[in-house]
């Protein structure tokens, strides 16, 4: 079964400020999909950034980039210059090879004026 | 805007009772994914449809039901409601069966509350 740990409940950033989340996965599967996803407090799900496991270079999306450790079984979010709108919670999510995403708890980001 | 269609927003209704939430998927998607977040239990995958076919199948109670129709809209029946079925149910959608492109774009998502 696999598991996606994110040991973060909750961060506070200044404004302007970079932040990162970390995630940590487990899988024995050799292909799979790294999913960040912001829910802010109106409840959508917005998709961020995607990495899937044999790519080489490390995703990135505008202020959102992916450190992506395979070794290490990581996937922490960076995000660049915080801005007020960034507060919401960020979930990170796994594909298997059985298509399935699995979530992790999720991490509280507060951005301070 | 992610293109994910879901209805109706909000839904209260009460404990033995049943409910179907509807989800129209991006246009050219062709697999449809069932989430369910609570407080207690976080984000639960329910069932995937791909083309009209269940795919895989997660936590869903035998209460639960879905199915993909031709047009490639989707609807998740619940019976026998309970408290505890209080959620916020998300559908997803994705061009292909695996999301292997990456892109998977959820909905607003259907909130629940039974009373």
């Known amino acids: 079964a696999q598991k996606i740990t994110q040991t973060q409940p909750g961060m506070f950033v200044q404004e302007k400020e970079a932040v990162t989340l970390d995630c940590t996965y487990d899988?024995?599967?050799?292909?799979?999909?790294l999913f960040w996803y912001k829910q802010p407090s109106s409840g959508e799900m917005i998709f961020l950034i995607y990495?899937?496991?044999?790519?080489?270079q490390n995703a990135t999306e505008g202020r959102y980039s992916l450190n992506f450790q395979k070794a290490r079984k990581s996937a922490n979010l960076v995000i660049s210059a915080s801005q007020l709108g960034d507060s919401a919670m960020y979930f990170c999510?796994?594909?298997?090879?059985?298509?399935?995403?699995?979530f992790g708890a999720g991490t509280t980001v507060t951005v301070r004026a | 805007d992610s293109g994910v269609t879901q209805t109706p927003k909000h839904l209260i209704t009460a404990t033995g009772q049943r409910v179907t939430l509807r989800c129209s998927p991006r246009s050219g998607d062709l697999s449809v994914y069932w989430y369910q977040q609570s407080l207690d239990q976080g984000l639960q995958f329910l069932i995937q449809?791909?083309?009209?076919?269940?795919?895989a199948k997660g936590n869903i109670l035998e209460r639960f039901s879905a199915q993909q129709f031709p047009d490639l809209h989707s609807e998740l029946n619940l019976s026998s409601l309970e408290l505890g079925d209080s959620a916020l149910y998300f559908c997803?959608?994705?061009?292909?069966?695996?999301?292997?492109?990456?892109?998977?774009?959820f909905g607003e998502g259907s909130r629940l509350t039974v009373l």
């Open positions: 999510a796994m594909r298997d090879m059985g298509y399935k995403l699995s």
């Open positions: 449809y791909y083309n009209g076919e269940e795919r």
């Open positions: 990495q899937g496991s044999y790519d080489e």
């Open positions: 997803a959608s994705s061009v292909d069966e695996g999301m292997v492109t990456g892109e998977l774009f």
């Open positions: 899988t024995s599967d050799q292909s799979y999909g």
